[in-house]
C-alpha cells in the first residue's frame, strides 16, 4: 500500500539578480492511497503537477511537506542507504524509451545493472536477465544488442524488464506508453496489463491518454493545477464524472462526434493559480462562491459503498453528465479484429 | 473541379545508406469546402506527401506524379507563388513557424500586406480582426506579443490566422493538435471546421488519431510504408473498414466507453523503406496474408468510391469461408 498525505512541492524560480520571484506550485496538498495490487491513474493536462507527483511518490525529489508511506514505512524518514536499498521495491519507467536507456551499454548490461546493484541472483544473472526479456516478449539472444537497434517499442520493452529486474512491489509509470504509435502502444498496454496481473504489482500509471487509463487503471485521480479535482474507481469516473473538469476532459477525447459543449481558454499558470476554485476560470457553472471559496475534495453522497470523491461546490446540483459515446456493436468488425487478438477466442 | 488532385505521386529519398522509398504511387483529390484525413503511424510518409504539395521537400528528395491546385499543375515555381497564398500550412509545432523577431500581430498583418496589398495601418486593423476571429482573447494586446510569450494553443491559432489571411484554396495541417492538451485540441480543430465551412477552404489534415478521423474528417487516406491501405469516405471508412491495416488500428486503439479485454496488436513493427518486403508491405504483420501477398496487390474499388489495396479483400469472405 502506497499513501501519499497532503503532499506539498513548490519550485521557486529567482529573477536575473537572485531575488525570488515567486514558485511554480507543481503539487499542492495531495493525498492518495495506492491498495497493493491495484492500478490507480493520475491524469490531466500538461503542467497539472501529474509527473511531479510521481517522482514524489517515490521520492526521487524531496516534498515541502506531506508524509509518504510504503507499506506503513515512513519513506520520507529513511536515510540515504536505506532508501537506496528500498529503490529496489519501487521503480519508475519513463516516457522516452530514447532517453531511458544508456546507448553505451547492451540490453544485457542495462537488465544486469540493478542486479548488481542489489546483490540479486548472483551467478545466475545471465538467466535472468533472459527470463526478464522473455517475460517482456522478447528474445533473449537480443541481450547483447545496443539500444540504438531497437524500436520504440522495443526500447520501452526493454525499459520494462529493467524496472522489474529488481522485483519491485510498486512501479510508476510516467506516460508509459505515450511516445509509441497506436499499433505498438496497443503491444505494451496488453503486456503491462499482464504483468500488473500475472506479478501482483501496485502500478500507479501517469498519463494524459484516457484511453490508455481506462484501459489500465482501477482507479484514477484527475489533477488540475496541483491538485486533485476528483477520484474514483474507473467504472464510476468514466461512467459518472462529478467535477465540471473531468467531463470536459472526457468530452474533448476524439472520436466522439465533436459536437460536444467545449472548454474555453487555456489552462492558466500554475504560478499564479486562481483563487478559490482552480477551475473557475475555465468552468461553465461556475458562481461567485467559486472565485472564493476552494472547494473541498468530499466523498459523493450517491457513491455508496465506493469512494469518489469531488472538489466542486455544486457537484449535487450540476446537470447529468453527457454520457461518452458508446461506440455501435459491430460484429464484423470484432470478429475480423479478433484475428489481431493472440490466443484468440471465437468472438461469434 | 477539384481544390488538389494528386496523381501517382511518388517519392524517393536519397540518402548515405540507399535509396528510400517514402511515398509509392498515391493519388488522391479534395474538393472545396472539404476535408480530407491522410492517417497512418509514424514514417508512413504523410508528412512528405505534405511536403511534395507544398514544395518544401529536403534536397535530397526525388518526386515523381503530378500534383494539381484547383487544376492548375503544381510546377516548382507554381508552387513557390501559391505557397502563403493560394496554398497554405499550418504544423506540429508553431513556435518554429513563427518569427520570433516580429509581434504576431505583424505577422499576420504581414501576410495580410502580401495579399491584399493593404497600407501597413490598415494591415494592423484586420489583422486584429484575424485573431478575434481564430478567438484570441483581447486580440489589439496579444496583437503586440511575441510568439513566446503566447501558450502553445494560442500561437497555433496565430499560424491559423496567417493562413486564412490570404483565403488559400487549400490548407494543409500536419498534426496541428498532436503537441497540444486534448481540450485545446477540440477547440483549434472546432475552429478549423468552422473556418473551413465559413471559407469553403479544401483541407488536407494529417493525423495519427483515427478519433480526429472520425470527427473531422470528410474523407480518409490510410497509409501504410508509403503506400494508399485504404481510401474511402470517412462515413464508410468506419462502417465497412476492407484493409487488415485499418481493421488492426481501429482494434488497437483503446476505448473510452468500456475496457476491452484485450487490444488487438499488430506483431511487429513497420519495415525500413530502403528494404521493404516485397509484394504487400503489411504481410509480415498481417495475420491474413497468404502465399499471393508476395505481389502486390493493387487498390482496388470494392464499392463505390471505396477502395484498398489488399489481395483478400473484401475479408468478409475470409469471415464466411
Ligand atoms: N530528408 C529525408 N531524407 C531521408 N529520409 C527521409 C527524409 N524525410 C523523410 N524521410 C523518411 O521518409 C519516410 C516518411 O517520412 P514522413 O516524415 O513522411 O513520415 P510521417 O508519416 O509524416 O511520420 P510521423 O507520423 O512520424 O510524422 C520515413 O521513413 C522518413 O524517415
Ligand atoms: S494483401 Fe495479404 S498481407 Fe496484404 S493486407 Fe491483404 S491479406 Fe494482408
Ligand atoms: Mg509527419
Not at chain 1, 175 to 190: G, H, I, R, W, Y
Not at chain 1, 239 to 261: D, I
Not at chain 2, 18 to 23: I, S, T, Y
Request: with cysteine.
Amino acid at each position: 500500500m502506497l499513501e501519499l498525505d497532503a503532499m506539498v512541492k513548490h519550485f521557486p524560480f529567482r529573477d536575473s539578480l537572485g531575488r525570488a520571484r515567486g514558485a511554480v506550485r507543481a503539487v499542492d496538498g495531495v493525498s492518495l492511497a495506492v491498495p497493493k495490487g491495484s492500478v490507480l491513474a493520475i491524469v490531466g493536462e500538461s503542467g497539472c503537477g501529474k509527473s511531479t507527483l510521481g517522482r514524489l511518490a517515490l521520492r526521487l525529489i524531496e516534498p515541502d511537506s506531506g508524509s509518504l508511506r510504503f507499506d506503513g514505512e515512513d519513506i520520507l524518514a529513511l536515510k540515504p542507504a536505506a532508501l537506496r536499498s528500498k529503490r529496489r521495491e519501487m521503480q519508475l519507467i519513463f516516457q522516452d524509451p530514447f532517453a531511458s536507456l544508456d546507448p553505451r551499454m547492451t540490453v544485457e548490461a542495462a537488465i544486469t545493472e540493478p542486479l548488481i546493484l542489489h546483490k540479486l541472483h548472483r551467478g545466475r544473472q545471465r538467466a535472468r536477465v533472459a527470463e526478464l526479456l522473455e517475460r517482456v516478449g522478447l528474445r533473449p539472444e537480443l541481450a547483447r544488442r545496443w539500444p540504438h537497434e531497437f524500436s520504440g517499442g522495443q526500447r520501452q520493452r526493454i525499459a520494462i524488464a529493467r524496472a522489474l529486474a529488481s522485483e519491485p512491489r510498486l512501479i510508476i509509470g510516467d506516460e508509459p506508453v505515450s511516445a509509441l504509435d497506436v499499433s505498438v502502444q496497443a503491444q505494451v498496454v496488453n503486456l503491462l496489463g499482464d504483468l500488473i496481473r500475472d506479478l501482483g504489482l501496485t502500478f500507479v500509471l501517469i498519463s494524459h491518454d484516457l484511453g490508455v487509463v481506462r484501459q489500465i487503471a482501477d482507479r484514477v485521480a484527475v489533477m488540475y493545477l496541483g491538485q486533485i479535482v476528483e477520484e474514483a474507481p474507473a467504472e464510476k469516473l468514466f461512467r459518472n464524472p462529478r467535477h465540471p473538469y473531468t467531463r470536459a476532459l472526457l468530452a474533448a477525447v476524439p472520436g466522439q462526434g465533436g459536437a460536444l459543449k467545449l472548454l474555453e481558454g487555456d489552462i492558466p499558470s500554475p504560478i499564479a493559480p486562481p483563487a478559490g476554485c482552480r477551475f473557475h476560470t475555465r468552468c461553465p457553472y461556475a458562481e461567485a462562491i467559486c472565485r472564493e471559496v476552494p472547494p473541498p475534495l468530499v466523498q459523493a453522497q450517491e457513491a455508496a459503498g465506493q469512494i469518489h470523491l469531488a472538489a466542486c461546490h455544486f457537484q449535487d446540483t450540476l446537470p447529468p453528465a453527457t454520457p461518452i459515446r458508446e461506440a455501435a456493436a459491430d460484429a464484423r468488425l470484432a470478429r475480423l479484429q479478433s484475428f489481431f487478438i493472440p490466443n484468440r477466442e471465437p468472438t461469434a | 473541379m477539384n481544390a488538389l488532385d494528386v496523381d501517382r505521386l511518388s517519392i524517393q529519398f536519397h540518402t548515405d545508406r540507399g535509396v528510400l522509398q517514402a511515398v509509392d504511387r498515391v493519388s488522391f483529390s479534395v474538393a472545396a469546402g472539404r476535408t480530407l484525413a491522410i492517417v497512418g503511424e509514424s514514417g508512413c510518409g504523410k508528412s512528405a506527401t505534405a511536403l511534395a504539395i507544398l514544395g518544401l521537400l529536403a534536397d535530397n528528395a526525388e518526386v515523381l506524379g503530378g500534383i494539381r491546385l484547383a487544376g492548375a499543375p503544381l510546377t516548382p515555381e507554381a508552387q513557390r507563388s501559391a505557397r502563403g497564398r493560394e496554398l497554405a500550412m499550418i504544423f506540429q509545432e508553431p513556435m518554429t513557424s513563427l518569427n520570433p523577431a516580429f509581434t504576431v500581430g505583424e505577422q499576420v498583418a504581414e501576410a495580410l500586406r502580401l495579399h491584399e496589398g493593404l497600407s501597413p495601418r490598415d494591415a494592423m486593423a484586420r489583422a486584429i480582426a484575424m485573431l478575434e476571429r481564430v478567438r484570441i482573447p483581447d486580440a489589439a494586446r496579444r496583437a503586440k506579443q511575441y510568439a513566446h510569450q503566447l501558450s502553445g494553443g494560442m500561437r497555433q491559432r496565430v499560424m491559423i490566422a496567417i493562413a486564412l489571411a490570404c483565403k488559400p484554396k487549400l490548407l494543409i495541417a500536419d498534426e496541428p493538435t498532436t503537441a497540444l492538451d486534448v481540450t485545446v485540441q477540440a477547440q483549434i480543430l472546432a475552429l478549423l471546421d468552422e473556418l473551413k465551412r465559413e471559407t469553403g477552404t479544401a483541407v488536407v489534415l494529417i493525423t495519427h488519431d483515427l478519433g480526429v478521423v472520425q470527427d473531422h474528417a470528410d474523407d480518409v487516406v490510410v497509409m501504410y510504408a508509403g503506400r494508399v491501405a485504404e481510401k474511402a469516405s470517412a462515413a464508410k471508412l468506419f462502417a465497412m473498414p476492407q484493409h487488415p491495416y485499418t481493421i488492426g488500428l481501429l482494434g488497437a486503439a483503446p476505448r473510452l466507453d468500456s475496457k476491452r479485454a484485450r487490444l488487438a496488436s499488430i506483431e511487429g513493427t513497420v519495415p525500413d523503406l530502403r528494404n521493404p518486403p516485397p509484394g504487400c508491405r503489411f504481410a509480415p504483420r498481417c495475420p491474413f496474408a497468404i502465399a499471393a501477398c508476395e505481389i502486390t496487390p493493387p487498390l482496388v474499388e470494392l464499392a463505390p468510391g471505396h477502395f484498398a489495396a489488399c489481395i483478400r479483400a473484401p475479408l468478409d469472405v475470409v469471415l464466411a469461408a
